[in-house]
């Protein structure tokens, strides 16, 4: 699934490509993406809507038109492709016309979300996300954790504690401030906490810089590969790059979790 890098870098693109493009016709080919309104109210709202501003709040891409909101999730596969002249393929499922060319939101496992809201609405379906990961404050951060009892895997990938982390970088996190990702979150300290957060906003900037994570189908644009993966510590290696010692794969959170036994161990 695109985590918080991989949303801004699609976000990124879809700022320089579709910026004060107007929408023409909108075509949806699968009906259960679009989630608050019909089909026919989401087509019919955004003729002659113009993209002017380009937003995310952990993983959601929130593009701002004259009159609305339109939130996009991306879910496990969803991608977004600005073409002109080639046709759409089977899994283009939701289509913006524009004079000359036209986005297509392409998702092979059908997964992908939109809402659509006015601008005099409540954003509904952001209200349970916690604070963005790049944005959240030391402060806020530890209001929301000081007394969760769970394990410290399980509370960065709760959305409503803190929003854009997903399982890569939670691992890759949590390696970098030296904790067993099944460590109790009751056991952890406000100063360790603080860490956590550094490590979270450096881990998730380091990768936004390198395009975010190429792993199974993830891309951003025909032309940008996120290179990360490059610069992994724990998931999907075999070796700690600090001791050496072979990379074991356990299950924490109900998710396959890479961790070095020997620098990661529960305090």
């Known amino acids: 699934m695109p985590e918080l890098p991989e949303v801004e870098t699609v976000l990124k693109v879809l700022e320089k490509k579709i910026k004060n493009k107007t929408i023409r016709k909108v075509e949806v080919y ?5 989630q608050n309104i019909t089909v026919e109210q989401f087509k019919t709202a955004l003729i002659n809507e113009t993209f002017i501003g380009f937003e ?16 996009s999730h991306l879910r496990m596969e969803g991608k977004y492709f600005l ?12 289509i913006f016309y524009f004079d000359n060319s036209y986005l297509a939101y392409n998702d092979t496992r059908k997964f992908g979300t939109f809402h659509l809201y006015s601008k005099d ?7 349970n996300y916690g604070e963005d990961a790049l944005c959240i404050t030391q402060a806020q951060f530890y209001e ?26 939670a691992d890759e996190i949590i ?16 100063r360790k906490y603080y860490e956590i957060l ?40 075999k070796q700690c790059p600090k001791c050496f010692s072979p990379i074991s794969k356990i299950k924490v ?11 990661q161990k529960i305090k």
């Open 30 to 34: 699968h009906s259960k993406m679009i």
């Open 56 to 71: 995310r709040l952990g993983k959601n891409i929130i593009l701002e038109l004259n009159n609305y909101y339109l939130v």
């Open 144 to 169: 929301k954790v000081k007394n969760k009892k769970t394990t410290l895997k399980n509370l960065l990938l709760d959305q409503s504690n803190i929003s854009g982390i997903g399982n890569i970088y």
């Open 83 to 94: 073409r002109f002249n080639t046709p759409l393929t089977k899994h283009d499922h939701v």
């Open 198 to 237: 550094q490590n979270t906003k450096i881990v998730l900037n380091r990768a936004i810089q390198a395009g975010g994570t190429t792993i199974r189908t993830y891309t951003s644009d025909y032309e940008i590969d996120g290179r990360f993966q490059l610069s992994l510590n724990v998931h999907m290696q």
């Open 175 to 190: 390696y970098l401030s030296k904790m067993h990702p099944s460590q109790p979150t009751e056991t952890i300290s406000k």
């Open 253 to 263: 959170a109900q998710r396959g979790t890479y961790i070095c036994p020997k620098c």
């Open 121 to 127: 609405e409540t954003i509904q379906c952001l209200q």
